[in-house]
C-alpha cells in the first residue's frame, strides 16, 4: 500500500517544530560519539554499523506499522535508495573504519567538510541559495571544528588510509543529504528515514557474520551502546532531521551540525571526566558562533517575508517553496 502524506500547510504556531527537531538531531548525533567510543572497542566498522542499522530500522519499523503510513510514493525511491545506499550504509562503515585509522582531531577536520560540501551540492543540483549569512557562518564554524581537531590532535597515529576514509565519509554524508532532499516531496519523514535505514541494513549484510561473533564476546554495555546508536542517533535523529530538512535548505541544516563539535567537547566533559583545553573550548565556542550566524537572516535583498530570494529554475524554485513551508 503506498501512502502519501498530505502536503504541509502554513502555520504560525507551529514555527518551533522544526527548529525543536534540528536541535533533537544535532544533540542525539553528539551523543553517538560517546557511544561509540564504547562500542567500536567491541566491534568491528561494519559490524558496528550493522548492529546499529537493524536496531534503528527494527524501531522505525514498529512505528511505521503503528502509524499506518505504508509506502511513500514510487517518485520517493530514487532518493530513498541513494541516501540509504550512501548516508546509512557506506557513511556509517567508512567513519567507523576512519575514525580507526586517524587520531579523533583529524577525524573532526576532514568529516565537518561535509557541511561545506552539502551546501555548495545544494546550490548545484538543487537550485538552493548561498546566503553570505550562511557562508560566513560556514567559514566561522568550520575554523572551530578546524581548532578544536587541532586541539584533540597528538593522542593517536594518522594513516593516508584512515584520511581518505574520513573523506569518503565526508562526500557520502553530503551527498546522501542532498539526494535525501527531494524525496521528501512525495514522503514523509517517518518514511523517507525508515526505508532508506532498511537498504542500508540491506547493504551492511555482508557483515552479519562478523556481527554475530562479535556480539558472542562483547561485554554488555558495549551492545547496549550500539542499540543505543541504533534508536536514538538513527531511528530518532535522523527522523528529526529529515522532518527538519524538508522545511529548510540542505546547506543550512548542514550548518547547523557544526554544533555537533561543542556538544561532543561538553558531554565528554561531563560522561567521560575528560577536561577539555582551553583551545578546545575556544573552538567548540567558534563553532556555535558559527550556527548562529548561519542561522541569521538579513534584513534586506537577502530576505522577503522571512525568506531567502534567489533567481532560480522553475523547478528548483517550486521546490524551495515547498520546503520552506513551516
Known sequence: MTSTPPPVTSSP????????????????????????RSAGEAYSPGALALGRLLAGSLTLGAILLLRREGLPSRAAW????????????????????????????????????????????????????????LLAGMGVSFAGAVVVGLSMS???????????????????????????????????????TTFGCLIGTAACLP???????????????????????????TALAFTTWAYALARTTAGRMGATTYAVP????????????????LLT??????????????RTRGRRGGTSGGREV?????????EQVAADRP
Not at 504556531?13 to 561509540?36: E, H, K, M, N, Y
Not at 546509512?88 to 557541511?115: C, H, K, R, S
Not at 534567489?310 to 517550486?318: G, L, Q, R, T
Request: with cysteine.
Open 310 to 318: 534567489a533567481v532560480k529554475a522553475p523547478a528548483a524554485e517550486a
Open 281 to 294: 573550548v575556544g573552538g567548540g565556542l567558534l563553532c556555535l558562533a558559527g550556527v548562529a550566524v548561519s
Open 262 to 277: 561543542a556538544l561532543v567537547v561538553l558531554m565528554s566533559w561531563v560522561l567521560l571526566d575528560e577536561v577539555p583545553a
Open 154 to 192: 597528538g593522542h593517536g597515529g594518522s594513516s593516508v588510509l584512515g584520511v581518505l576514509l574520513c573523506l569518503l565519509a565526508a562526500l557520502s554524508y553530503a551527498g546522501g543529504v542532498v539526494i535525501q532532499k527531494p524525496a521528501l516531496r512525495h514522503g514523509s519523514p517517518l518514511q523517507i
Open 78 to 133: 530514487p532518493g530513498i535508495i541513494g541516501s540509504g545506499l550512501l548516508w546509512f550504509g557506506l557513511y556509517m562503515v567508512v567513519l567507523n573504519w576512519g575514525e580507526q585509522q586517524v587520531d579523533a582531531g583529524t577525524a573532526a577536520m576532514i568529516v565537518n567538510i561535509g557541511p561545506i560540501l552539502m551546501a555548495l551540492l545544494g546550490a548545484r543540483l538543487l537550485g538552493e541559495s548561498l546566503p553570505r549569512r
Open 13 to 36: 504556531g507551529r514555527d518551533w517544530r522544526a527548529p525543536a527537531a534540528a536541535c533533537t538531531t544535532v544533540l542525539l548525533w553528539a551523543s553517538a560519539f560517546v557511544s561509540i
Open 207 to 233: 557483515f552479519s557474520g562478523v556481527l554475530a561473533s562479535e556480539a558472542a564476546h562483547a561485554p554488555l554495555s558495549a551492545t547496549l551502546n550500539m542499540v543505543y546508536l541504533g534508536v536514538f542517533p
